[in-house]
């Protein structure tokens, strides 16, 4: 994905509008059925090349909100046709051939731990 919003979110919207590429929909479009923000793993690009960091984390006024997430990368798309998303239900994606940017300097360990974007 990139990254992802979790069950805290309290459906602000202070971060729909941040996204540069409308990779965020709100709970009446959450396709997973959970009624707060969902980041499509398919279109999130990390804010790389638009953003110094991702800005719907800056954006966000609830702490630990949005954590990383696995990179939609070549090398994970088996983690996303499991039932990694929250509550071991699986993700959505609209299209699963995309290979998605990532930030380097984000490990995969923390990623896997899906530490907070916006460090304390
Ligand atoms: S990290 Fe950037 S591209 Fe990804 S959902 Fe947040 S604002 Fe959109
Ligand atoms: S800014 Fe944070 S709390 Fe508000 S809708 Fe987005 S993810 Fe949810």
Same mark, same amino acid.
């Given at each position: 994905?990139a =990254?992802i919003?979790?069950?805290?979110?309290?459906?602000?919207?202070?971060?729909? &509008?941040? !996204? *540069?590429v409308?990779?965020?929909?709100?709970e009446?479009?959450?396709?997973?059925? @959970?009624? %707060? %923000? %969902?980041?499509? *793993? &398919?279109?999130?690009?990390? !804010?790389?090349?638009? #953003?110094?960091?991702?800005?719907?984390? @800056?954006? !966000? *006024?609830?702490?630990? !909100?949005?954590?990383?997430?696995?990179? #939609?990368?070549?090398?994970?798309? @088996?983690f996303f046709?499991?039932?990694?998303y929250? &509550?071991?239900?699986? %993700?959505? =994606?609209d299209?699963a051939d995309?290979?998605?940017?990532? +930030? &380097?300097?984000?490990?995969?360990e923390? +990623?896997?731990? +899906? =530490?907070?974007? =916006? @460090?304390?």
């Amino acid at each position: 994905m990139a =990254v992802i919003i979790g069950d805290t979110c309290i459906n602000c919207a202070a971060c729909i &509008d941040e !996204c *540069p590429v409308e990779a965020i929909v709100d709970e009446d479009d959450n396709p997973t059925g @959970e009624e %707060y %923000y %969902y980041v499509y *793993p &398919d279109k999130c690009v990390e !804010c790389v090349d638009h #953003f110094d960091s991702p800005a719907c984390a @800056e954006a !966000c *006024p609830t702490e630990d !909100c949005i954590t990383w997430d696995m990179p #939609f990368t070549a090398d994970h798309k @088996e983690f996303f046709k499991g039932n990694n998303y929250i &509550d071991d239900q699986a %993700y959505i =994606v609209d299209d699963a051939d995309a290979i998605m940017p990532m +930030r &380097d300097d984000i490990s995969l360990e923390d +990623r896997a731990a +899906r =530490v907070s974007v =916006v @460090e304390d």
